[in-house]
T-cell receptor, first 109, second 114 residues
Framework: GQNIDQPTEMTATEGAIVQINCTYQTSGFNGLFWYQQHAGEAPTFLSYNVLDGLEEKGRFSSFLSRSKGYSYLLLKELQMKDSASYLCAEMDSNYQLIWGAGTKLIIKP | IAGITQAPTSQILAAGRRMTLRCTQD?????MYWYRQDLGLGLRLIHY???????GKGEVPDGYSVSRANTDDFPLTLASAVPSQTSVYFC?????????????FGPGTRLTVL
């Protein structure tokens, strides 16, 4: 199977910027998704990248490098409500999502 | 519009019992999915359905079955529950299958098998 790697946990300060990295295997790639999941809740869609480059959406941006099998989610002006897990998922050649284990982001005042 | 609903919210079940987790969507999405989420692991696909009347196996299908009699409903059945099926189960849907459509998730069912 394909492996999705992302850090288990990160800590950042309110108002700061944090970058969450994700690496994936490049064979059969059909896009890279980021989801947010608050504790005890369902995952919710944040972003989708299929072409190289940066996609900006408000305080959140997502970057993709297909040749390197690398993506990151950038969160600016962090707020306490951003404390959540961030899930990276690759869409494979069968258009099924392969999910990373998620990065738990802890925001401190 | 509710989106996707799941029932029950949580359940404690004795090993060996049969259990059906319900999932209903009102978005008229063609594709539906069942995932399980375990601590330290990514979401894992159990079964999926690209359209009403069809189903397929995901990464971890053993011990589970599904049906898709209509567009809205996609129940997941555990024929004889085992403790390793203790998990949080999420149902999801997307407008089309075989493409890069966003998947939308239900609130989940927390299942404990003793």
């Amino acid at each position: 199977g394909q492996n999705i790697d992302q850090p288990t946990e990160m800590t950042a300060t309110e108002g700061a910027i944090v970058q969450i990295n994700c690496t994936y295997q490049t064979s059969g790639f059909n896009g890279l998704f980021w989801y947010q999941q608050h504790a005890g809740e369902a995952p919710t869609f944040l972003s989708y990248n299929v072409l190289d480059g940066l996609e900006e959406k408000g305080r959140f941006s997502s970057f993709l490098s297909r040749s390197k099998g690398y993506s990151y989610l950038l969160l600016k002006e962090l707020q306490m409500k951003d404390s959540a897990s961030y899930l990276c998922a690759e869409m494979d050649s069968n258009y099924q999502l392969i999910w990373g284990a998620g990065t738990k982001l802890i925001i401190k005042p | 519009i509710a989106g996707i609903t799941q029932a029950p919210t949580s359940q404690i079940l004795a090993a060996g019992r049969r259990m059906t987790l319900r999932c209903t969507q009102d978005m008229r999405h063609n594709a539906m999915y069942w995932y399980r989420q375990d601590l330290g692991l990514g979401l894992r696909l159990i079964h999926y359905s690209n359209t009403a009347g069809t189903t397929g196996k995901g990464e971890v299908p053993d011990g589970y079955s599904v049906s898709r009699a209509n567009t809205d409903d996609f129940p997941l059945t555990l024929a004889s529950a085992v403790p390793s099926q203790t998990s949080v189960y999420f149902c999801a849907s997307s407008e089309v299958s075989g493409g890069t459509d966003t998947q939308y998730f239900g609130p989940g069912t927390r299942l404990t098998v003793l």
